[in-house]
C-alpha cells in the first residue's frame, strides 16, 4: 500500500511538473511573439530608460516622436512667424504616417498583454500611460545581446562589430566598452594602457582594420613569437577573408622582401624590423600605422650594464625603433600601466587611454616561521596558518578543490620547472587521456626534454619555458588555453604577452628570480589570469617569499616593493656601440659622400629624439665622445673611403650590410671573407658562423665584445670567470651543428653535447634556435657572396642555410621534398615531410615532389601510378599514400598559382 501511496504522489509531482513547463513554454511562445510585431523592439527601447535612471511614464505623444528619433527624423522648432515650416510639415507628415492604421496602438496591446509594459489610464483615451516593466527591459537585453553588444554609430564601432563576431564575443570587457563609448576617430599617437589580459590587442586591431579599409599599410610590431603567433591564429584568417594580406615576420616565419613590400598587415619581431630598417629595405617605410606591443619592453632590466651583456638590452633596440617610426607614421602602444606615463605621451605627441575600470586578484603573502606557513591577504583581512611541511601543500590546501581550478606556478629556472612538475604530478595529480599527452607531444623524432613533458603530463601537470620545442610549446600553449592541461609550472617566459584561463597565479620568489625586482614585472606575471577571466570567475595570486633575496630580505620588503609601492617610470638602456654603429651606417648608404661633422649632427640628433635623450642630459652630452670613437673605429678598420664631400662605405661593406650582415660582425669577420671558396670544408664554415654576433648571444652564450667596443662604453673587460667558460661553451655549439649537418637524431644530439656542458642544460628550444640564426647569417653570406659575383660560394652558402635549417647533408639539402606539407595550409614544422622520410624517398630515387607524381606514371603498366610509388618508395604504405596526396596537391597548387599569375 505504501508503495502504491508513493507511486500515485511520484505520478501527481511529475504532472504538476509537466504542467508547469508546457505553462513556461507557452508564455515564451507568447511574449516571441509580441516581440516580432512591427515596432515593437523599437516601442521597448523608447520606455526604456539609461542605467540608472527612473523608469518614465510616457504618453502616446512621446512615444511617437521617440519612435521618429530612432529612425533619425528630428522634432523642428516651431517657426518664430507663426507659421508652420517646411520641415514641420514634413515632420507632421511622418508623425500622422506613423499613428494611422492602427499597428502602433495594437503592438502596444500585445505588449501590454504579455507584460512587457505596464499601462496607467483608461484605455482608448489620450492621457493613458505606458512604463517598460522588469520583464520588458530583460527583453530588451536579450534581443539586444542577440544584435550585438555595442551600436554601429561609429567607425570605431563598426570595426568592433566586425571582429566581435569573429571572436564569438558576445559581450566586451569594461575597459573595451569605454574605448568604444569614449574614442572616436583615432587620427594620431595612442598609448592605450590596461591591465594584461583586458583585451588591448582586440582595440589595437580594431584601429588596424579601420586602417586596412583605407589602403594604409600596418605593422604590428611584437617581442615575442608566441604573441606574433597568436595574432595570425586569431585575426590572420578574417583579415584574409576581407581582402587584406597578413604575413608574419620572425626567426621562425621568414619572408621575402618583395612579399613583405606586397603585405597590408606584416606582424613582425623587435629585433626582426630593426635589422631590416638598418639595412633601409624598401618595405619598412611607407607604414601608415604601427602598433608596439608591449611598451613595458621599453624599461631596461640590466641595473648596470657590464661588458659581457652588450647588445643584450631590448629596451635600447625598442627606443631605438620608435624614435625611427614616430616621425613618419602614427604609433599606438600597448601595455599595462607604468610610472610618469606623461613622459612618454610627451615624447610621442600622444594622448592616452587608461580605463579606471580595473579587476584585481585576490592577493597573498606566503611565508614560513616558527608557527608554521603563514597565508594573509595584502588587504589584512584574511590571516591563516598551515602546518603542512611543504609550502606547496599548503597553499593547494589554501586554494580548495584545487581539481576544479586552473593553477600556474611561477619559477625563477629551467630545472626547477620540471621537478615541481614532478612533484605536483605524485601529490596533485589530475586526469589526462593519453591521446592528449600524445597530441602535445607529437610524433617524430624523440626529443629528450618533451619525453619528460610527457612522464608530468600523464599526471596532468605540464612544465613550461624556452627550452621546449617550438613546436610543442605551440600545442602545449593551445592546451592550457583550452583548458584542457590546469596545472602549469613555468618560467616567466609564459607571463609575457599571453593571458590564459588560470584561476590561481602562485609565484614562488626563489633566488634566480632577478626579473621580478619591480612592481611593473609583478602586475605583468599576476596579469596571466586575464581580466577577461577574471570578470567570470575571479582570481587568487599567491606571493611565496621562499627566504631572503639581494632584492628582498624580508617578507614585508618584498610586499611593500611588489604590491604598495608607485609603479616605477620606464628607463631604456643606452645605445650600445653594435647598434650605434648600425645607425652611422644607416646614413652613410645613401650613393652621396657625407661629412663627418654631418654625420655626428644627425647621430646626435637622433640619439636626442630618442626616449632615453629626452630626460638623460649626461647621456646627450656624451653622444659626441661616444660617436667620436666609434667613426674613428670605423675608419681604423678601413671601412670608410674619402670622396669629394665627405666619407662613403667602401662598397664591400655596402654589399655586406645590405646584404643583412650586421656592420660589427662585418669588421670581425671580413679578414676570413677572402679565405673562403667553394671547397671550403664544413667546419670552417661553421667556424664563421659562430663568429657572428646573433649565434654567440645564444643560450649557452658566447659572446664576446671587441676592445675597441667595451672601451667606447667606458666598461671593463669581461670578467675572467665568463671568459673561462667561452672555449667550452663554443665547443659545445660546434658539436650540435656538426651532429645535425651529420643527420643525426636530436635526442643524441641533446644527450651528448648535454655531457659537455657541465651545468648547462641545452634543450630542443636552445637548438632550434640556433640552428635558426646560424641559417639565416648563412643566407646573409650567401647574398653577400653573389653581390661579389661570386657564384660558387653563394651557392655554398645557400645549400648550407638548408642544411642547418632541415638537418639534413647538402645532397638532400638542394631537394624541394624538405617544403613538402602533409597539412595543406599549415607551414608549421610539424606538418611538413621529415628529414628521415626526405631521406628514404631520397635513397629511392625520388629526389623531388614532382618525382613522387611523375617518376612511376608509365602507361604501359596496369595498375595507378600512386599504387606503384607505395611499393617503391621505401614508406609504410599509410605514410606513402599519405605522402602521395600530399605531393599531388602541392603540384596541383602550383599549377592553379601559375594560371592565376597569366
Known amino acids: 500500500m505504501l508503495i502504491t501511496v508513493t507511486t500515485h504522489d511520484a505520478v501527481s509531482k511529475m504532472s504538476t511538473r509537466t504542467k508547469e513547463e508546457d505553462d513556461a513554454l507557452s508564455r515564451l511562445r507568447g511574449q516571441l511573439k509580441a516581440l516580432s510585431n512591427r515596432h515593437a523592439i523599437e516601442i521597448l527601447q523608447v520606455l526604456n530608460p539609461q542605467t540608472g535612471e527612473i523608469v518614465p511614464t510616457l504618453g502616446w505623444d512621446s512615444i511617437v516622436e521617440g519612435l521618429l528619433n530612432l529612425e533619425g527624423i528630428r522634432k523642428p522648432r516651431p517657426s518664430q512667424k507663426g507659421e508652420r515650416s517646411q520641415e514641420e510639415a514634413k515632420y507632421e507628415q511622418s508623425r500622422q504616417g506613423l499613428m494611422s492604421g492602427g499597428t502602433i496602438y495594437e503592438t502596444m496591446n500585445k505588449l501590454v498583454k504579455v507584460g512587457f509594459v505596464a499601462s496607467s489610464g483608461d484605455r482608448g483615451r489620450k492621457q493613458r500611460g505606458f512604463m517598460i516593466t522588469h520583464d ?33 564575443f558576445v559581450s566586451l570587457l569594461p575597459a573595451q566598452e569605454k574605448f568604444l563609448r569614449e574614442v572616436g576617430d583615432i587620427t594620431g599617437n595612442l598609448v592605450i594602457q590596461m591591465p594584461p589580459g583586458s583585451g588591448k590587442t582586440f582595440l589595437a586591431m580594431i584601429v588596424i582594420l579601420l586602417r586596412l579599409q583605407k589602403d594604409v599599410r600596418c605593422l604590428y610590431l611584437s617581442p615575442y613569437t608566441s604573441l606574433s603567433r597568436q595574432i595570425i591564429d586569431e585575426y590572420g584568417a578574417l583579415l584574409e577573408e576581407l581582402g587584406y594580406s597578413v604575413r608574419r615576420y620572425d626567426g621562425l616565419s621568414p619572408a621575402t622582401d618583395s612579399d613583405l613590400e606586397k603585405t597590408d598587415l606584416i606582424v613582425a619581431m623587435y629585433e626582426m624590423f630593426a635589422a631590416a630598417a638598418l639595412q633601409k629595405k624598401r618595405w619598412t617605410t611607407k607604414l601608415g600605422l604601427v602598433i608596439i606591443d608591449e611598451l613595458t619592453e621599453l624599461d631596461s632590466g640590466q641595473a648596470e650594464t657590464q661588458s659581457q651583456n652588450l647588445g643584450t638590452d631590448r ?39 587608461r580605463p579606471d575600470v580595473r579587476l584585481t586578484p585576490d592577493e597573498f603573502i606566503v611565508y614560513k616561521d616558527e608557527k608554521g606557513i603563514q597565508i594573509k591577504s595584502s588587504d589584512g583581512t584574511q590571516r591563516g596558518t598551515s602546518h603542512q611541511q611543504d609550502v606547496l601543500d599548503a597553499i593547494m590546501d589554501h586554494i580548495g578543490d584545487y581539481d576544479k581550478k586552473s593553477i600556474l606556478f611561477v619559477v625563477g629556472s629551467r630545472y626547477r620547472t620540471q621537478g615541481i612538475a614532478r612533484r605536483l604530478g605524485r601529490s596533485h595529480p589530475r586526469g589526462i587521456d593519453a591521446e592528449i599527452v600524445n597530441q602535445i607531444v607529437g610524433v617524430g623524432e624523440s626529443l629528450p626534454l618533451s619525453n619528460r613533458l610527457a612522464n608530468t603530463l600523464r599526471y596532468g601537470v605540464a612544465f613550461h619555458h624556452s627550452g621546449l620545442d617550438a613546436g610543442v610549446r605551440e600545442r602545449l600553449e593551445k592546451a592550457i588555453r583550452n583548458k584542457i592541461v590546469r596545472t602549469v609550472v613555468s618560467t616567466t617566459g609564459i607571463t609575457s604577452g599571453m593571458s590564459f584561463p588560470f584561476d590561481c597565479v602562485i609565484i614562488l620568489l626563489d633566488p634566480n628570480m632577478y626579473f621580478l625586482s619591480a612592481r611593473s614585472r609583478y602586475l605583468q606575471i599576476a596579469g596571466r589570469i586575464g581580466e577577461y577571466h577574471l570578470r567570470q570567475h575571479g582570481g587568487r595570486v599567491y606571493l611565496v617569499f621562499e627566504g631572503p633575496t639581494q632584492e628582498f630580505q624580508t617578507p614585508e620588503i618584498m610586499e611593500e616593493t611588489l604590491l604598495h609601492k608607485p609603479l616605477e617610470a620606464l628607463k631604456p638602456g643606452a645605445m650600445y656601440p653594435s647598434l650605434a654603429v648600425s645607425v652611422i651606417v644607416k646614413n652613410l648608404l645613401s650613393a652621396r659622400p657625407i661629412s663627418r661633422q654631418e654625420l655626428g649632427k644627425k647621430f646626435l640628433d637622433f640619439v636626442s629624439s630618442s626616449f632615453r635623450g629626452t630626460f638623460d642630459q649626461d647621456y646627450t652630452s656624451n653622444t659626441n665622445k661616444f660617436f667620436d670613437s666609434l667613426f674613428e673605429w670605423l675608419a681604423d678598420e678601413k671601412i670608410l673611403e674619402t670622396a669629394k664631400g665627405g666619407y662613403s662605405l667602401v662598397k664591400e661593406a655596402r654589399d655586406a650590410v645590405l646584404s643583412g650582415i650586421d656592420p660589427v660582425d662585418y669588421i670581425q669577420t671580413k679578414k676570413e671573407f677572402s679565405r673562403i671558396d667553394a671547397d671550403t670544408a664544413d667546419s670552417e664554415l661553421v667556424e664563421l658562423l659562430l663568429k657572428f654576433q646573433l649565434p654567440q648571444s645564444i643560450r ?69 634556435s640556433l640552428l635558426s640564426v646560424c641559417s639565416n647569417v648563412s643566407e646573409s653570406l650567401s647574398e653577400f657572396y653573389r653581390t661579389q659575383k661570386k657564384k660558387k660560394i653563394a651557392e655554398r652558402f645557400h645549400i648550407l642555410s638548408r642544411q642547418l635549417q632541415y638537418g639534413v647533408r647538402s645532397d638532400l639539402a638542394d631537394s624541394d621534398l624538405l617544403e613538402l606539407l602533409l597539412i595543406q595550409g599549415d607551414d608549421s614544422p610539424s606538418s611538413r615531410l621529415s628529414r628521415n622520410t626526405a631521406r628514404i624517398l631520397y635513397k629511392h630515387g625520388y629526389k623531388s ?28 604504405p599509410d605514410h606513402a599514400k599519405e605522402v602521395y596526396k600530399a605531393a599531388m596537391m602541392h603540384i596541383r597548387s602550383k599549377l592553379m598559382g601559375e594560371n592565376d599569375d597569366e
Request: proline content about 4%; charged content about 30%.
Open 136 to 168: 520588458g527591459r530583460l527583453a530588451l537585453s536579450s534581443v539586444g545581446q542577440l544584435e550585438g553588444p555595442i551600436g554601429t554609430g561609429t567607425e570605431v564601432q563598426r570595426a568592433a562589430k566586425i571582429l566581435l563576431k569573429h571572436k564569438n
Open 315 to 353: 629596451s635600447a633596440r625598442l627606443d631605438f625603433i620608435i624614435s625611427l617610426l614616430k616621425g613618419f607614421s602614427q604609433v599606438i602602444t600597448l601595455s599595462s600601466r607604468f610610472g610618469e606615463t606623461e613622459k612618454i605621451t610627451d615624447w610621442l605627441k600622444a594622448t592616452v587611454f
Open 700 to 768: 649557452p652564450r658566447t659572446l664576446v665584445p671587441s676592445e675597441r667596443e667595451v672601451a667606447a662604453m667606458g666598461l671593463e673587460p669581461p670578467e675572467d670567470w665568463y671568459l673561462k667558460l667561452i672555449p667550452a661553451r663554443l665547443e659545445i655549439k660546434r658539436s650540435v651543428l656538426k651532429r645535425w649537418l651529420d643527420e643525426q637524431e636530436v635526442d643524441t644530439i641533446i644527450s651528448e653535447t648535454g655531457e659537455m656542458a657541465k651545468g648547462i642544460s641545452l634543450d630542443e628550444g636552445d637548438l632550434d
Open 849 to 876: 615532389i614532382s618525382d613522387v607524381v611523375r617518376k612511376d606514371i608509365d602507361a604501359s603498366l596496369k595498375g595507378l601510378a600512386r599504387d606503384r610509388f607505395s611499393k617503391n618508395c621505401g614508406l609504410e
